[in-house]
């Protein structure tokens, strides 16, 4: 079944307008790559990706530029490898851990342990299991959102996937601001400084044991920054996302949402990525970032500009519902 206003041949829609922002952001992407970032392969699938859902069909170049925020939220995150936090402030390794002691340690055997270590002594394979499943969803659950937007309320996605890309903004200043080292960082090093070390899975491991592949492992060792413990960014998107599911009236969904934020943030703690400071500041980033879109942003131009660029894209077949609109 076709979707709505979306032609049945729409293959290979290659019009003057796609084919020149193809062109350019091909273009651009590949200066950036080459010439700042440094080119990898993965840029060049990448970017391959993006040409051919922009140019294969209508309906794939219509979801690319619906999903333009997240694709520029991937760009800026793979960026930050240019200039590492811990080039720009000092990195703070004990400072976190020690709060977390101060504030939510826990007496155990005559000792004050922080939860991630009083947890790790109550480890079982079910918990391995839940962790691993609720961290895997801190991308899905978003992009689900945004597909579902895209399908049935598209303005309301340009508006989510925008105050999702903002309160990534303020996240990655924070990182810059205050470089922090994560819970397993002190578990393995110390107090010791090192910068010549890749992303650890810590007790994601576990799960990686459990299903018979390295998963988290290979995903962690491709991390961009290893002191970007504070905010838990991992525990400020479902709360951005269950927003903005209240706000564009998916009630059943929100609920949901609130269930994966609860499996979040045990998993932020559980598998020592994240210390409940960092969760309770991860939460006030999402919680501060909305607020300034909503309030300030959107009450600027920002909202004129968003329903200019889907009026565009409605006007070039890149949209096909009305949805209810930018407010």
């Known amino acids: 079944m076709v979707a709505s206003g979306l032609p049945r041949n729409g293959f290979f829609p290659w ?39 922009m140019l294969g069909h209508v309906w794939t170049r219509s979801l690319t530029y619906g999903f333009v925020f997240f694709i520029l939220f ?49 480890a079982h394979p079910i918990l391995d299991v839940l962790s691993g499943f609720f961290y895997l969803t801190w991308v899905p659950v978003p992009l689900a959102m945004g597909m579902y ?44 400084q090192r910068y010549d070390i890749p992303g650890n899975a810590a007790q994601l491991l576990r799960f990686d044991t459990i299903i018979g592949f390295p998963l988290f492992k290979n995903m962690y060792t491709k991390n961009a920054n290893v002191f970007a413990a504070i905010p838990s960014l991992h525990a400020a998107y479902p709360v951005i996302t269950w927003y903005y599911a209240r706000k564009s009236g998916l009630t059943a969904v929100s609920w949901l949402v609130l269930i994966d934020i609860l499996g979040i ?18 939460a006030l980033c999402a919680v501060s970032a909305i607020i300034l879109f909503e309030r300030i942003i959107m009450a600027g131009r920002a909202a004129t500009w968003l329903q200019q660029y889907e009026t565009f894209m409605k006007g070039h077949n890149f949209m096909h519902n009305e949805g209810r609109g930018v407010k």
Not at 43 to 49: A, Q, T
Not at 97 to 117: A, C, D, M, Q, R
Request: proline share 5%; glycine share 4%; aromatic share 22%.
């Open 74 to 122: 991937w760009v800026i995150y793979d960026s930050m490898r240019i200039l590492p936090n811990y080039e720009v402030n000092q990195v703070h390794i004990m400072q976190p851990y020690l709060w977390e002691k101060s504030f939510f340690g826990i007496w155990h055997n005559n000792e004050v342990h922080t939860p991630n270590e009083f947890l790790r002594m109550q």
């Open 15 to 53: 019009q003057p307008v796609h084919l020149t922002v193809a062109a350019a952001v091909a273009v651009l992407y590949l200066i950036w790559t080459g010439w700042v970032v440094g080119l990898r392969q993965d840029h060049v699938y990448f970017l391959l990706f993006l040409l051919t859902m």
């Open 149 to 192: 937007l895209f399908f049935y309320n598209p303005s309301w996605l340009l508006r989510f996937s925008a105050a999702y890309l903002f309160a990534n903004l303020l996240g990655f200043c924070l990182y810059y601001l205050y470089p922090a080292a994560p819970p397993w960082y002190v578990d393995m090093y110390g107090a010791i």
């Open 265 to 282: 943030w045990f998993a932020a703690v559980y598998s020592f990525h994240h210390y409940i400071i960092d969760v309770l500041l991860g």
